[in-house]
């Protein structure tokens, strides 16, 4: 099976890139079940209503969320009627929503988990032990074909824990959060796809996707002057192509794919990614 995993979306560029790419994408790599991380979908912080529909219709067909999940009050309503909208699992007690779901891929079932970290993070439960219980729920290879967890991090110690944590026991362990692609996919030694983060789906001639001024002058100066605001430019487009052994449901290959945009400056072509 290949599972796509689209890194967070960021504001209007990054919904217009996902828009504009993932049906190619889906068709070049023949992808059987797409994820897409909506955090920072809507003005870069939360995800309405209406722009997980424009998720949903661009070929998501899970959408993974962070620390963002609730910034935007309407997720609170209707994350509950959306099975496929999937926050940290590791949120207290009576949160809205769920943290694991399993999701039909034609005639099989991928199990897709999301959780939040710990470190440099507002604090949250346990993300192990979290993760743990809900992979015990449906065991790769027996309830799951594949188990695709979604860990959304700031500290690459925390995600690759992570996965040495769950090796052998899931299909991938890919990071989210920093808005940075990370050069370290690889199978870990028991059969796990990794990634310390996928990056974004943004305009990179910013500050990990927001207008580079006031987040250069909150650290100049410590003050916070004005509105973080999306960057606008043409967006890229940052994602893994995840292929499962069909016998084990453990990874075959992962292998990261940008498109779009650019990442240099604005105006200049960048690699041809
Ligand atoms: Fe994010
Ligand atoms: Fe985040």
Do not use: Y
Not at 108 to 134: C, H, K, S, W
Not at 155 to 171: K, N, P, Q, W, Y
């Amino acid at each position: 099976m290949r599972i796509l995993f689209v890194g967070d979306v960021m504001g209007r560029a990054g919904r217009q890139a996902v828009t504009r790419h993932l049906p190619g994408l889906i068709s070049e790599f023949g992808i059987d079940f797409t994820v897409v991380n909506g955090e920072n979908a809507t003005h870069g912080f939360g995800l309405s209503e209406a722009h997980f529909k424009t998720l949903v219709d661009a070929g998501a067909d899970a959408v993974s969320l962070g620390d963002h999940a609730f910034d935007v009050p309407e997720t609170r309503s209707f994350i509950e009627r959306e099975p496929t909208l999937i926050r940290p699992v590791n949120l207290p007690e009576g949160t809205p929503g769920r943290g694991a779901m399993l999701l039909p891929a034609g005639e099989r079932q991928v199990l897709v988990i999301a959780a939040q970290g710990r470190v440099f993070m507002d604090p949250v439960d346990d993300p192990f032990r979290a993760v743990e219980a809900a992979v015990a729920e449906c065991p790769l290879g027996e309830s799951a074909d594949a188990i695709l967890v979604d860990f959304h991090c700031e500290a690459t110690s925390e995600i690759t824990a992570m996965g040495r944590f769950l090796d052998g026991r899931v299909s991938a362990v890919v990071g989210t959060h920093t808005h940075v692609p990370t050069a370290d996919a690889r199978i870990l030694a028991a059969g796990t796809g990794f990634i310390s983060d996928v990056g974004m789906c943004g305009d990179f001639d910013s500050v990990i996707g927001m207008e580079a001024a006031e987040p250069v002058n909150r650290f100049v100066t410590g003050l916070k002057s004005e509105r973080l605001t999306p960057a606008g430019g043409e967006a890229t487009v940052c994602a893994v192509v995840i292929e499962t052994d069909g016998k084990t449901g453990l990874c075959a290959s992962i292998e990261p794919v940008l498109r779009g945009g650019v990442l240099g400056p604005k105006g200049n072509e960048g690699p041809d990614c």
